[in-house]
């Protein structure tokens, strides 16, 4: 079974890079049609996409994110990351990894998630 | 960007009831591209739908959803105590995924 878990600092200062890796265990990264995605919830809000990686390294970001993040894959290590940059208080969120799958006319929605991890940003 | 608005914000019911939830898409979602998620506090979403009417893995019954071109719909047929939750719709397009802003569900 495909377990996801978020790894990273739970605290980071303003302006600063929030960094945070999500280790893929039960299966392989590299599996065709699966998309890795990190998704963040800020405290007593909604859900917000921030962007989705394949495991040949194709990424697709939020617009409004999109300046400030970048996602990257290891697959030798079956791990993909999230770096997001000048961060303030505004991006205090638990941020959750997920996987999806897509193939012609489907999409599976997020069925695989991490437990998530608090982020919060403050010095 | 497809933007999604759910309505309403918070709906009070009682268990037993049968319960819709909407989510309005600004312009045309294939039912393909349309999921429905459960999330209770402290907890990681949970998804209920995918394909605008298909449940995931051992999801009850009791759950459906449907689509009427920009409007989708979810139902609980008849509320158990375990459903008191918030409720999000999401799409995906061009590669891209947004999410609704959530209903949430609480008893009355």
């Known amino acids: 079974q495909l377990q996801l878990q978020e790894s990273g600092p739970g605290l980071v200062k303003p302006s600063e890079t929030l960094s945070l890796t999500c280790n893929v265990s039960?299966?392989?990264?590299?599996?065709?049609?699966?998309?890795w995605g990190w998704i963040r919830q800020p405290p007593g809000k909604g859900l917000e996409w921030i962007g989705s990686?394949?495991?040949?390294?194709?990424?697709y970001y939020n617009p409004s994110l999109k300046s400030r993040v970048t996602i990257s894959v290891d697959t030798s290590k079956n791990q993909f990351s999230l770096h997001l940059s000048s961060v303030t208080a505004a991006d205090t969120a638990v941020y959750y990894c997920?996987?999806?799958?897509?193939?012609?006319?489907?999409?599976?929605?997020?069925?695989?998630w991490g437990q998530g991890t608090l982020v919060t940003v403050s010095s | 960007e497809i933007v999604l608005t759910q309505s309403p914000g918070t709906l009070s019911m009682s268990p037993g009831e049968r319960v819709t939830l909407s989510c309005r898409a600004s312009?045309?979602?294939?039912?393909?591209?349309l999921a429905w998620y459960q999330q209770k506090p402290g907890q990681a979403p949970r998804l209920l739908i995918y394909?605008?009417?298909n449940r995931a893995t051992g999801i009850p019954g009791r759950f459906s959803g449907s689509e009427s071109g920009t409007d989708f719909t979810l139902t609980i047929s008849r509320l158990e105590p375990e459903d008191f939750a918030v409720y999000y719709c999401?799409?995906?397009?061009?590669?891209?995924?947004?999410f609704g802003q959530g209903t949430k569900v609480e008893i009355k």
């Open positions: 312009e045309i979602v294939s039912s393909n591209y």
């Open positions: 394909g605008g009417s």
């Open positions: 997920a996987r999806d799958q897509t193939a012609y006319e489907f999409w599976s929605g997020y069925y695989s």
């Open positions: 990686i394949y495991y040949s390294g194709s990424t």
């Open positions: 999401q799409q995906y397009h061009n590669s891209r995924r947004t």
């Open positions: 039960g299966g392989s990264i590299s599996t065709n049609s699966y998309y």
